[in-house]
């Protein structure tokens, strides 16, 4: 075994030996050393024995590891298995070591790109990191423990958000489950973790009052927001499926709108009546582009997503309150079955995929019902007017 206090000039001075490697070991650190490799190349290592069984770390390759920042490495490294712990084991599970951050955006780009919808996707992308990777972004996947998700659930509730508490635990719920299969951890710290807060579904229906309202004040909020809102009343769909409407998608003369599966919640391509209303409001519109009908204002190549401030608007004009824009399918639905119509068709025009039109019938029945949904949406249409009117 060759020794030397090792310098930079020492080690300088190494030469590489054809066809074999050796090592110059330190007189200042026990087992500590350079090796030298046939090519030229020189690496800093560490020789310790674990369990009787001599072992070698390597510290670094020289010099872009420096000799004083190996000789710590060393030390460190001796100073662990003085206290029972392996330096290599350490140093290969630090090797698999995945940030929570990296996790994510290998979970977005994998799993949510390719089993979920759009809209679903980015909307668990921007739970997880809002509300999560903010918080763990550097930390090791494999660290974050049960209390660490209580910890931020309960902060959330404490906001007065419970279901926005409820949402976050089904979105990382989902990403450890992911990560169980991945093998990136061993078990997912929402097992058995119930809700934060309890589950209550909406039941606000608007009278027909608040109805005639809301719709007044579609005109005067104007586009795109109030045409947004008077399209939903009038079609009774999703927020979503509205807002992310194409002019493609519109057909003037036949009077229907064909919403494709991908924008669907049930994943279910929909022909919809438009009703003359309807109708009446898409031709009023400006066509600011090509695709979308309610493009965004910064970049067309997305859709209006300006909510908040626009409903808050939508409120003061209309002195409606205490509702949201969901609520707007909700009171088409019961309307519609107000007048009669009957659930299948109420069913069919909310592309549902549940109720008479669910399971095996919703399979074999391909029948799309499209006089009995315009039918339907004529008498719905017919009552908004004449609610509006105050007939």
């Known amino acids: 075994?060759?020794?030397?206090?090792?310098?930079?000039?020492?080690?300088?001075?190494?030469?590489?030996?054809?066809?074999?490697?050796?090592?110059?070991?330190?007189?200042?650190?026990?087992?500590?050393?350079?090796?030298?490799?046939?090519?030229?190349?020189?690496?800093?290592v560490v020789f310790y024995r674990q369990q009787?069984?001599?072992?070698?770390?390597?510290?670094?390759?020289?010099?872009?590891?420096?000799?004083?920042?190996?000789?710590?490495?060393a030390q460190r490294a001796l100073n662990s298995v003085a206290h029972g712990s392996d330096p290599q084991q350490s140093k290969t599970d630090?090797?698999?070591?995945?940030?929570?951050?990296?996790a994510v955006d290998t979970f977005i780009a994998t799993h949510c790109a390719r089993f979920n919808r759009t809209k679903t996707a980015h909307e668990t992308a921007r739970v997880l990191r809002s509300q999560f990777v903010k918080r763990w972004g550097s930390r090791d996947v494999r660290e974050i423990a049960?209390?660490?998700?209580?910890?931020?659930?309960?902060?959330?509730?404490?906001?007065?958000a419970p279901?926005?508490?409820?949402?976050?635990?089904?979105?990382?719920?989902?990403?450890?489950?992911w990560a169980v299969e991945r093998g990136l951890i061993e078990s997912s710290p929402c097992f058995g973790l119930k809700k934060p807060a309890p589950h209550r579904s909406r039941d606000r229906v608007l009278s027909d009052g608040e109805l005639a309202k809301v719709f007044e004040a579609t005109a005067p909020v104007g586009y795109p927001y109030g045409a947004i809102?008077?399209?939903?009343?009038?079609?009774?769909?999703?927020?979503?499926?509205?807002?992310?409407?194409?002019?493609?998608?519109?057909?003037?003369?036949?009077?229907t709108w064909t919403i494709p599966a991908a924008r669907t919640k049930s994943n279910r391509m929909q022909v919809l009546p438009l009703v003359p209303q309807a109708l009446a409001t898409l031709a009023a519109l400006p066509r600011l582009d090509d695709d979308r009908v309610f493009p965004a204002q910064a970049a067309s190549s997305n859709s209006f997503s300006g909510f908040s401030r626009a409903k808050k608007r939508l409120d003061e004009v209309s002195g409606v309150s205490q509702w949201v824009v969901h609520d707007l399918r909700r009171t088409a639905a019961t309307g519609m079955a107000k007048l009669g119509v009957a659930p299948h068709v109420v069913e069919r025009v909310l592309n549902h995929t549940s109720g008479t039109l669910g399971g095996?019938?919703?399979v074999y029945n391909r029948f799309g019902?499209?006089?009995?949904?315009?039918?339907?949406?004529?008498?719905w249409a017919a009552h908004v007017s004449a609610v509006q009117k105050g007939t």
Do not use: C
């Open 146 to 160: 049960r209390a660490d998700l209580v910890a931020v659930l309960d902060r959330i509730v404490a906001t007065g």
């Open 229 to 255: 809102v008077a399209l939903l009343i009038l079609t009774a769909q999703r927020r979503g499926e509205v807002t992310e409407m194409r002019w493609s998608e519109i057909d003037f003369d036949n009077a």
């Open 94 to 102: 630090a090797r698999n070591s995945i940030t929570f951050n990296e």
């Open 369 to 379: 019902y499209l006089p009995e949904m315009r039918a339907a949406l004529d008498q």
């Open 360 to 362: 095996v019938a919703g």
């Open 163 to 177: 279901s926005a508490a409820n949402h976050a635990l089904a979105a990382i719920r989902k990403f450890f489950n």
């Open 52 to 73: 009787g069984r001599l072992r070698r770390l390597t510290l670094g390759k020289y010099p872009v590891v420096s000799l004083s920042e190996a000789r710590r490495l």
């Open 1 to 44: 075994m060759v020794q030397d206090t090792l310098t930079d000039l020492v080690i300088k001075n190494l030469k590489p030996v054809p066809d074999k490697i050796y090592e110059t070991f330190d007189r200042k650190v026990p087992g500590f050393a350079v090796r030298v490799f046939p090519s030229g190349t020189k690496s800093f």
